[in-house]
C-alpha cells in the first residue's frame, strides 16, 4: 500500500515564525492530502487538505503546497502563534482506498 | 451537528478480561475506521468498516475484531486483553472511503493491568 514519509518529527519555531512540514508519498495515482491537527488531549481535526488538481491552497495563515511531479506536499505555517502547537498529521489516498498517515509532526511554538 | 461518539472515554481492565469499546455517529457515513494511538506516536489503522457487516483489516488487525451491525455503530473487541494493547483508541467516520474528510471521536484510553 501508499507509504507517507512525514519530516521533521519535531519542529521548535520562535512566535511569529514560520513553520514547514513536509510529506512525501509513493503512490503516482493519489488524490487527496489532508492535514490533520490533534492538539493536547484532543482527536485529530481537518484543518486544511488538496487535491491533485491544485498546486497550491491557503486558508488564512496555512498554505499547502503539491508538487505531484516529485511527490512531494508540503504545510507552511505562517506568523506562528502558541496555539499552533500541536501534532500535525499529513495524509495521502487514492480514490476508492483507504487513507494512509504519516508519523505526525511535533510543533513547539515557543513565546 | 455532525458528531461522533466513543464510549466509554476511560476504561480499566485486567489483563484477559473482555472489552467492548463504542463508536457511533450520526450522519449516516458508509465508512467507519478504528485508529490506535501510543503516546506520542502517530495514527495505527487497526479496521475499517464499508458499511455494515462490511469489514476489512487494516495494519495492525490482530488481537482485534469488530462488530458493525448498523450503519451509525461500530464496535472494537478485544477478547483477553494484553498489556501491550493499553492505548488510546479512536474512532472515525467519513462520507466515502478515502478521498474525504475523516470525522475522529474523542478517544477511549484503555489502560489493560
Known amino acids: 500500500g501508499e507509504q507517507v514519509e512525514q519530516l521533521p518529527s519535531i519542529l521548535r519555531v520562535q512566535e511569529g515564525s514560520s513553520a514547514s512540514i513536509n510529506c512525501s508519498y509513493e503512490d503516482s495515482a493519489s488524490n487527496y492530502f489532508p492535514w490533520y491537527k490533534q492538539e493536547p488531549g484532543e482527536n485529530p481535526k481537518l484543518i486544511i487538505d488538496?487535491?491533485?488538481?491544485?498546486e497550491r491552497k491557503q486558508i488564512q495563515e496555512l498554505i499547502v503546497l503539491l508538487d505531484k511531479k516529485a511527490k512531494r506536499f508540503s504545510l507552511h505555517i505562517t506568523d506562528t502563534q502558541p496555539g499552533d502547537s500541536a501534532m500535525y498529521f499529513c495524509a495521502a489516498s487514492v480514490s476508492n482506498n483507504r487513507i494512509f498517515f504519516g508519523d505526525g509532526t511535533q510543533l513547539v511554538v515557543k513565546p | 451537528d455532525m458528531k461522533v461518539t466513543q464510549m466509554p472515554r476511560y476504561l480499566i481492565k485486567r489483563m484477559g478480561e473482555n472489552v467492548l469499546l463504542e463508536c457511533g455517529q450520526d450522519?449516516?457515513?458508509?465508512?467507519m475506521y478504528w485508529y490506535r494511538q501510543d503516546p506520542g506516536l502517530g495514527l495505527q489503522l487497526i479496521y475499517i468498516s464499508y458499511d455494515v457487516d462490511s469489514n476489512s483489516e487494516g495494519d495492525i488487525p490482530k488481537g482485534y475484531r469488530v462488530s458493525r451491525k448498523k450503519r451509525e455503530h461500530f464496535s472494537l473487541i478485544l477478547d483477553s486483553a494484553k498489556t501491550n494493547q493499553t492505548s488510546v483508541y479512536f474512532c472515525a467516520s467519513s462520507r466515502d472511503w478515502g478521498t474525504y474528510e475523516q470525522y475522529f471521536g474523542p478517544g477511549t484510553r484503555l489502560t489493560v493491568l
Open positions: 488538496i487535491r491533485s488538481n491544485m
Open positions: 450522519m449516516s457515513h458508509e465508512t
